[in-house]
T-cell receptor
Framework: DAGVIQSPRHEVTEMGQEVTLRCKPI?????LFWYRQTMMRGLELLIY????????DSGMPEDRFSAKMPNASFSTLKIQPSEPRDSAVYFC????????????FGSGTRLTVV | GESVGLHLPTLSVQEGDNSIINCAYS??????FIWYKQESGKGPQFIID?????DKRQGQRVTVLLNKTVKHLSLQIAATQPGDSAVYFC????????????FGEGTQLTVNP
């Protein structure tokens, strides 16, 4: 079991550029979550999907953020345009499905916007 | 001005001692709780969970206690080892909120050899 796979591990980009973070959940897991971790705000849920359908996106900060899950094995989180305040570690997590809360987290993507 | 980050609560223990990490929650509708461990540079890792119809649950070297009266959760680690050094988060699921987990601020545990 390779676990939840995120790419890239590190991303440094200039303000105004588009950033795309990628996630491959554990095979057979039906729920996928995107979290952001900062020193100021801790771990925040951005959005989660059940069976590829977005269920709760109330944590997405603003229209610059978008997330997609085109199939059960892939999800993206896009920031366009990026800003320095978006600098954080972004985690993807997956779980078996609705009602199962034992998430498995990926190793995260550390994003730095300069 | 300069931004100020979270100042994590810290707990420093000697190797071999028992550790107790505490967590308070505020929502009486929370019905499921999980403890996660996060090592530097890694994602949070599931340790143990407990449902609100239980007061205590034990795992390997870890015990979670739930006091619903005062909305308090604790994680006890027996015979703490240097490898236990990490940030520990409690997370809660509120009934009716779907699969959303809300995480606490975390506690930094340092184990001294």
């Amino acid at each position: 079991d390779a676990g939840v796979i995120q790419s890239p591990r590190h991303e440094v980009t200039e303000m105004g550029q588009e950033v795309t973070l990628r996630c491959k959940p554990i095979s057979g897991h039906n729920s996928l979550f995107w979290y952001r971790q900062t020193m100021m705000r801790g771990l925040e849920l951005l959005i989660y999907f059940n069976n590829n359908v977005p269920i709760d996106d109330s944590g997405m900060p603003e229209d610059r953020f978008s997330a997609k899950m085109p199939n059960a094995s892939f999800s993206t989180l896009k920031i366009q345009p990026s800003e320095p305040r978006d600098s954080a570690v972004y985690f993807c997590a997956s779980s078996v499905g609705q009602g199962s809360y034992g998430y498995t987290f990926g190793s995260g993507t550390r994003l730095t916007v300069v | 001005g300069e931004s100020v980050g979270l100042h994590l609560p810290t707990l420093s223990v000697q190797e071999g001692d028992n550790s107790i990490i505490n967590c308070a929650y505020s929502n009486s509708a929370s019905d499921y709780f999980i403890w996660y461990k996060q090592e530097s540079g890694k994602g949070p890792q599931f340790i143990i969970d407990i449902r609100s119809n239980m007061d205590k649950r034990q795992g390997q070297r870890v015990t979670v206690l739930l006091n619903k009266t005062v909305k308090h959760l604790s994680l006890q680690i027996a015979a703490t080892q240097p490898g236990d050094s990490a940030v520990y988060f409690c997370a809660e699921n509120i009934a009716g909120s779907g699969s959303r987990l809300t995480f606490g601020e975390g506690t930094q545990l340092t184990v001294n050899p």
